[in-house]
């Protein structure tokens, strides 16, 4: 069994038994670690030591971090989750390299609220920026520390000292003092220092280079991966009873005959939650058919079916100015406007939510797929009546999410049927048409753009408005919930709120990193949602570097400038100007294609959230005029992520991010009438298919050694989307500014003569 997915833990007993340096909390590192959460969106842990870096300013007590026992058996604990990105085997190298241990002689143990450091949310590309961060400098403290212990033994400076790479010091004349026997001399309670100094790069033996992801082997094989996979002894199965999506309610649901189903232990009733639990999964999901066998109420006001989401536009919001600069008039030769469009996006996990509860001895341990468990845990022991140390949320990965799908909601569900059947183990897992039907969507946008060339070619002034409900309302208290809704009593549902500035939302990378004079950026920040929505990946910058980048085009063209140099004309930032030439050098952009009806080449650039990872990215498609299919020949992305900590890691990020950008810009969107979603099946919302993907993909991930860590999670999403819309523009001539560019849509907008 993996060791994510373990029943048993670790007491505290047995780690002060085992002595050496600890790296679980101490009581001091668990009230400080555990006061608030959060992350994106939310209350981050609160800073007791300013000055460090990372996530250590939340967590500066080294043993929140690293264990190593007097055998020399080390232990590296981590607040963030392996959501299926690698991060696990990123993070796993970064300690590694500033230990100077081989990875595999780490045991490495990540989001447990009885055990890891409070890291708020993974979410927001901050695992490296902040985890990475906080990792590579307690790392460091702990080699220094280690060096310092052995100096004092032989009387010798520390800087004569080195390390051997598998778990010494070593002295200049050879001798040697293992990791464990130094630790077992030192002070359990010391905090991190600022200033420790890191491992030179040009001596890693771990970090900038690709190893092998450490949590694929138990998913190539069929083994325990998920927490699908999870069985306790004496477990219980649950289903809940809900109508088809999420604002509805079943009006007459047959509870009477599900209780008299065989295998069905209970029906758990509480204002209009409802679930079932048997002995089996499947008598669970007969009974649950038979339960919902009933019309269904709409409870909320109705979806927007007519005008899709330009209906924000329509809607009360509140006004944030995100840009207002004056850099003097200037003259407008040309001038160019649009409106640019997504619909709301599922999260598609290939695998529905699903997570395990058990109450017992008074107290709720819960296995979840949450990006956010520290959270999870404060706002469950609300939902239940617990005190928060009485409610341990275990990470147990899925099929992966990349933003708020059920995961959440079906753990909060689960705890609660839990605390209804003391002593049993209740896993809980939706089905794919709840999952469909109920989760928080990804939000619809609309911008608005209206931008001038002066005389010279260069952007005089750039007026953008963007309209969007809150891409984060997770939970963070009870009420964030959907049954915090049902129970009785309930509570009342969480405010959502606008994430303010440099992270943003729906305004996430809405101002441009090019030098425009004369920007004015308004952010309308839609409070009501006409759909429930959440945190997808990449958030508002999705759209808005969609739009920016198809600008970028159209007004390159207005003046007759190339594409490229039109971008470069623009940037002042380096590193910016760096990958954008990489990319388009390695795709032959001087050379390539002239749109020609069929095909056409394009580009796009972003920094996420203009302080994460510099991505460029140029694309050749093809377009059939007689269908409006789009065919993706080839695509070269260059990004800069800091220092590469897992280079493959990387690619495998911005590679999976243009892939599912592709889908998301060519065939995804949630549909609905007025009283329900309709997309509740893969057939009824496509994504894109593997005889769709690219026909080549090659990333490149710029060498910055030593450079600060940059998240790379959700860098390509708006590149990927925004080439491929001026790619389609380059064959055909035709600017397309909505979302999803669907067959039908382009071979419309083409028009019958191609």
């Given at each position: ?59 500066p007590d080294l043993e929140s971090w690293i264990r190593i026992a007097p055998d020399g058996a080390t232990t590296v604990f981590s607040g963030k989750a392996e959501l299926g990105q690698g991060i696990r085997t990123a993070l796993l190298q970064v300690a590694a390299e500033e230990l100077d241990l081989p990875p595999a002689a780490i045991t490495f143990v990540t989001a447990d609220t009885a055990r890891t450091p409070d890291e708020g949310l993974t979410a927001g590309s901050h ?441 470069l004309a623009h940037m002042q930032d380096d590193r910016a100007r760096a990958v954008m030439i990489e990319a388009a050098g390695r795709f032959g952009w001087s050379h390539r294609p002239a749109g020609d009806g069929r095909r056409g080449c394009g580009m796009a650039f972003a920094r996420y959230k203009n302080i994460g990872a510099y991505c460029a990215i140029a694309m050749e498609v093809e377009v059939e005029p007689e269908t409006g299919v789009i065919t993706v020949h080839r ?120």
């Open positions: 069994m993996s060791q994510s997915l373990r029943p048993g833990a670790l007491t505290r007993r047995d780690i002060l038994a085992a002595g050496g340096l600890l790296v679980t909390f101490s009581l001091s590192a668990r009230s400080f670690a555990q006061l608030a959460g959060g992350g994106e969106g939310g209350a981050a842990p609160k800073a007791v030591r300013p000055d460090l870096p990372g996530s250590l300013k939340s967590n695992s490296m920026q902040d985890g990475g961060t906080a990792l590579a400098n307690a790392g460091a403290n702990v080699r220094m520390l280690l060096t310092n212990a052995a100096a004092k033994i032989w009387n010798v400076a520390p800087d004569r000292l080195s390390t051997s790479g598998e778990g010494h010091i070593v002295a200049p004349d050879g001798r040697r003092l293992p990791y464990g026997q130094l630790a077992a001399t030192l002070s359990r309670h010391v905090e991190a220092v600022a200033d420790a100094p890191r491992r030179d790069p040009r001596g890693y033996r771990t970090m900038g280079r690709s190893i092998p992801r450490v949590d694929i082997p138990p998913k190539l094989v069929g083994g325990e991966a998920f927490v699908q996979d999870l069985r306790l002894p004496g477990m219980l199965h649950a289903r809940v009873v809900r109508g088809p999506s999420y604002g509805t309610r079943l009006a007459a649901p047959q509870l009477a005959a599900a209780r008299a189903m065989p295998g069905v232990v209970a029906v758990i009733e509480n204002g209009d939650f409802l679930a079932v639990v048997a002995r089996q999964e499947w008598q669970a999901i007969k009974a649950m058919r038979v339960a919902q066998q009933s019309d269904y109420i709409r409870t909320l006001p109705p979806l927007p079916a007519a005008d899709g989401p330009r209906h924000l536009q329509s809607m009360p919001s509140r006004e944030i100015v995100v840009l207002d600069t004056h850099d003097g008039n200037r003259s407008a030769w040309k001038t160019v406007r649009g409106t640019f469009s997504r619909p709301w996006y599922s999260h598609g996990s290939i695998g529905p939510s699903c997570a395990v509860a058990q109450f017992r001895d008074s107290e709720l341990t819960i296995w979840s797929h949450s990006q956010g468990v520290f959270d999870m845990h404060r706002a469950i022991a609300e939902l239940v009546g617990l005190a928060p140390d009485k409610v341990r949320c275990i990470h147990s990965p899925s099929a992966g999410c990349y933003g708020q799908n059920g995961a959440d909601d079906v753990t909060a569900e689960a705890g609660l049927i839990a605390m209804a059947l003391p002593g049993q183990p209740i896993r809980l897992q939706w089905m794919r048409e709840q999952e469909f039907g109920w989760e928080p969507c990804g939000c619809g946008m609309v911008t608005k753009v209206e931008a001038a060339l002066g005389p010279d070619r260069r952007i005089a002034h750039w007026n953008y408005e963007v309209w969007s409900n809150s891409h984060n309302t997770r939970a963070v208290k009870a009420g964030g919930y959907l049954a915090a809704q049902q129970i009785r009593p309930g509570f009342a549902p969480q405010e959502a709120k606008p994430i303010p500035m440099p992270e943003g939302d729906g305004d996430r990378n809405a101002n441009p990193l090019y030098a425009i004079p004369n920007m004015n950026v308004l952010y309308h920040f839609v409070p009501e949602m006409p759909l429930r929505v959440s945190a997808l990946r990449s958030l508002g910058a999705h759209l808005n570097v969609f739009t920016i980048e198809s600008m970028l085009d159209e007004l390159a063209r207005a003046g007759g400038v190339d594409p490229l140099a039109f971008r695509v070269h992305a260059a990004v800069d992520a800091g220092q590469p900590a897992s280079p493959d890691g990387i690619r495998n990020q911005v590679e999976g991010g243009i892939i599912q950008s592709l889908s998301w810009a060519t065939r995804e969107a949630v549909s609905f009438d007025a009283t329900r979603r309709t997309s509740f099946d893969w057939g009824s919302y496509p994504i894109l298919r593997f005889e769709d993907v690219p026909g080549a993909i090659d990333v490149h991930v710029m060498d910055r050694p030593g450079m600060p860590f940059l998240g790379a999670g959700e860098t390509s999403q708006g590149p990927a989307s925004a080439a491929l819309a001026n790619a389609v523009a380059d064959a055909t001539g035709v600017r397309l500014r909505d979302m999803p560019l669907t067959p039908e849509v382009v071979r419309a907008a083409i028009g019958p003569g191609g």
